[in-house]
């Protein structure tokens, strides 16, 4: 039997402008007023936002979503704030481009590149769900927002607390890439580099949450914070023309994002937004911190932690909180879930690139490896509409990639030493194609 545990409810004018209502457990069905909250007191399970879809039929269609603002709150009816004016630094709306190049490459005749690596205002996905999770937590009283972190999500918590006027402390390991620490400090949070991995400075965090009552956007706020990448599956439905696409490949980290765009799938289809239609769910991760993949492998329903080892550290958690949901939506859309190891990665992160422009990160390269690998082996149709999601820029990594790529020909000022040099590039040029046509 469902129980409701005390909070502070809604107010009646709240909820006739919501589409939210509560909070409930994905385990035991426990409900719980949307307050910062994100463990059942019963089961232990995790927490989500659930909706009134029959409420959100009645209000939203596909026109008064295309009047919104081009940015996430087009879709504020399905995001859990009750803020007519939501923190909007423009994110979002971000391309969705069809990868032509890259698609011959791989024989995939309708690919497409959901470009989050040119998202505003940190360029990753995290500012998704930072803008859901920080006007909730103005909502709910707080005045200091954290944290913890691989680096993207420190970078849009501190960009978005700036701007939103909160006092913002984050928590990162200390091993972290030199783009992402510079691109938090900037916005002058106080930062904590820990000598951990990310799953130690987590568990730090669920106890700095506990003793001094900050709002942790991926702790205390986390059920608010995760609905923030259902906008990667209402814009690619959008940008589709309205109608779902025939199989994704998503990175997986904690497993939130991948389980995230499914529920964002759903839930066009269930207000009637879009035709329903089987969307098969694939999965990327780093060999180097694959509990996910290891499990799908294996035939497990469970996910067994494993200490991280590679250059992909935004992806890069070993004890992935949305495993287990991951694992099974996957299963149940006929998907697979991969892993690409290291050298994999950086040659995904070049063929992105050098096929479409886009330059991505680890994750990103980790995604483009595993397609990759889906499109070789046969396990994806060549002929469908794939969507591949790009999360994060690769400015912000460039360590993982400087030792790859090649250095700038020296020459001076003369047309001579142009010349000599240009027929040294083109030499080099036919050797490479050489090593790769053997």
Sequence with gaps: MTQTLSARPLSTADSQKLGFSNLRCRECGAEYEPVAKHVCELCFGPLEVAYDYDWL???VTRQSIQQGPHSIWRYRPFLPVTSERPIDVGTGMTPLVKAERLGRRLGLKNLYI??????????SFK???????????KELGFTTVSCASTGNLANSTAAIAAHAGLECTIFIPADLEAGKVLGSLIYNPTVMAVEGNYDQVNRLCSEVADRYGWGFVNINLRPYYSEGSKTLAYEVAEQLGWQLPDQVVIPLASGSQYTKIYKGFQ????VGLVADKPV????????GCSPIAQAF???????????PNTIAKSIAIGNPADG???LDIARKTGGQIQAATDPEIVAGIKLLAETEGIFTETAGGTTIAVLKQLAESGQIDPE??????????GLKTQEAIQPHVGHPLLISPKIESFEQALERARTLERLDWQEVSV
Excluded: H
């Design 57 to 59: 039929k009645r209000t």
């Design 267 to 270: 839930e066009f289809v269930k």
């Design 127 to 137: 500012d998704r769900v930072v803008s859901v999770a920080l006007t909730r937590a």
């Design 384 to 393: 469908a509409v794939t969507v591949a999601y790009i999360t994060g820029n």
């Design 280 to 287: 098969t769910f694939n999965g990327a991760q780093a060999e």
């Design 297 to 307: 492998r294996e035939g497990r329903d469970f996910v067994t932690p494993v200490k």
């Design 324 to 326: 287990i949901y991951a």
């Design 114 to 123: 959901k470009n989050d690596a040119v998202n505003m205002p940190t360029l």
